[in-house]
């Protein structure tokens, strides 16, 4: 048996199982989305993309999942930066182009009459607290 096949083995099977949960909430995109971000960042910090022979990341998100490479790379954006309530409140193409201010990309400025400002509208979408570097 080669060096580390067990190891090899067991991060397919952990692939295998996110994936799955993936499918599953893709099912309720809507609802799933922000989900779907975790486990994707999952697989990415975890590297179990290799274990499938994929060189990168993006590669497997191109012939592995159906969102898309970008959706599903926004996707991770979105639970990096946003608390999982408020995101899941906004929905995802709201938070979709409020990355896209965040990283400076045009965006096209909503009406006058678009923008909230009556009693009970929402407030602006609030940030993860920044995270100390310890190091």
Same mark, same amino acid.
């Given at each position: 048996?080669?060096?580390?096949?067990?190891?090899?083995?067991?991060?397919?099977?952990?692939?295998?199982? $996110?994936? /799955?949960?993936?499918?599953?909430?893709?099912?309720?995109?809507?609802?799933?989305?922000?989900?779907?971000?975790?486990?994707?960042?999952?697989? $990415? $910090? /975890?590297? +179990?993309?290799?274990?499938?022979?994929?060189?990168?990341?993006?590669?497997?998100?191109?012939?592995?999942?159906?969102?898309?490479? /970008?959706?599903? +790379?926004?996707?991770?954006?979105?639970?990096?930066?946003? $608390?999982?309530?408020?995101? &899941?409140?906004?929905?995802?193409?709201? &938070?979709?182009? #409020?990355?896209? #201010? +965040?990283?400076?990309?045009?965006? !096209?400025? !909503?009406? *006058?009459?678009?923008?909230?400002?009556? *009693?009970?509208?929402? *407030?602006? &979408?609030?940030?993860? *607290?920044?995270?100390?570097?310890?190091?």
């Amino acid at each position: 048996m080669p060096t580390g096949a067990e190891e090899i083995k067991a991060k397919i099977a952990e692939l295998h199982n $996110q994936t /799955q949960k993936i499918r599953t909430l893709r099912k309720r995109l809507d609802k799933g989305f922000f989900d779907i971000g975790v486990v994707l960042a999952e697989i $990415q $910090q /975890q590297e +179990l993309y290799q274990a499938k022979g994929y060189g990168s990341f993006e590669a497997f998100l191109e012939r592995e999942i159906d969102l898309g490479k /970008q959706t599903s +790379l926004r996707l991770i954006k979105v639970a990096h930066v946003f $608390q999982r309530e408020v995101a &899941l409140d906004y929905g995802m193409d709201r &938070l979709f182009v #409020a990355l896209a #201010a +965040l990283e400076g990309d045009a965006v !096209p400025k !909503p009406a *006058p009459s678009a923008i909230p400002s009556a *009693p009970g509208s929402k *407030p602006p &979408l609030p940030l993860k *607290p920044p995270m100390r570097i310890v190091g």
